[in-house]
């Protein structure tokens, strides 16, 4: 059986994404690399949804150190920018090539990321990233998770086994863009 690594940015993600995959006749091994996350609870709630998960359905999943310090010094400069835009690709981009380096460190050859099930992501750029850190040795694979059923998929596993699902992409940016768009939206 093919492995892939996948970055796992969440349960909710996770869950359309290893449905597919495994479709895919491969062996799912989870990575939870996520310094984005802010603040620390929300690190946790997001970690211990996919930990239950992964158990409940025999994933295996490494979890790297917990670092924003990382995250915020890729983003310095770039707080203001949009949703989806610079700040995103620097995001991503990390967090790609920390699995592509952790996949083949473990002699993986495939490596994915649950962000294409994420609706709060542009599947395109976060394609055009994985593809570019590609190796001989390690190679992205495309996809659109949250397509063809996927965010229905989620949604459904998300009630079945009652996990926690997020309301912003994870970053202290996108969490304060959330909340001036709700005040706007209350006055």
């Known amino acids: 059986m093919k492995r892939v690594l996948l970055?796992?940015?969440?349960?909710?993600?996770?869950?359309?994404?290893?449905?597919q995959?495994?479709?895919?006749?491969?062996?799912?091994?989870?990575?939870?690399?996520?310094?984005?996350i802010q603040p620390e609870d929300e690190y946790t709630k997001r970690l211990r949804a996919v930990r239950r998960l992964a158990f409940a359905w025999e994933v295996p999943?490494?979890?790297?150190l917990y670092d924003p310090a990382n995250f915020l010094g890729l983003a310095s400069g770039?707080?203001?920018?949009?949703?989806?835009?610079?700040?995103?690709?620097?995001?991503?981009?990390?967090?790609?090539q920390a699995t592509r380096d952790l996949a083949a460190s473990l002699s993986i050859k495939h490596f994915a990321t649950t962000l294409t099930a994420s609706r709060y992501k542009d599947i395109e750029m976060v394609n055009k990233i994985g593809e570019s850190l590609s190796?001989?040795?390690t190679i992205y694979l495309a996809s659109a998770f949250r397509k063809s059923g996927g965010q229905e998929?989620?949604?459904?596993i998300v009630k079945a086994?009652?996990?926690?699902?997020q309301n912003y992409c994870g970053c202290i940016f996108s969490k304060r863009d959330r909340l001036s768009k709700r005040r706007k939206s209350d006055e």
């Open 21 to 36: 995959l495994r479709m895919e006749d491969y062996e799912v091994i989870g990575y939870f690399h996520n310094p984005n």
């Open 78 to 96: 770039l707080w203001n920018a949009p949703e989806r835009g610079r700040r995103c690709e620097l995001c991503i981009k990390n967090n790609l």
């Open 61 to 64: 999943i490494i979890v790297s």
């Open 161 to 165: 086994y009652n996990l926690y699902r």
């Open 135 to 137: 190796t001989k040795e």
């Open 153 to 156: 998929f989620a949604s459904y």
């Open 7 to 19: 970055h796992v940015c969440c349960a909710v993600d996770l869950a359309p994404a290893v449905r």
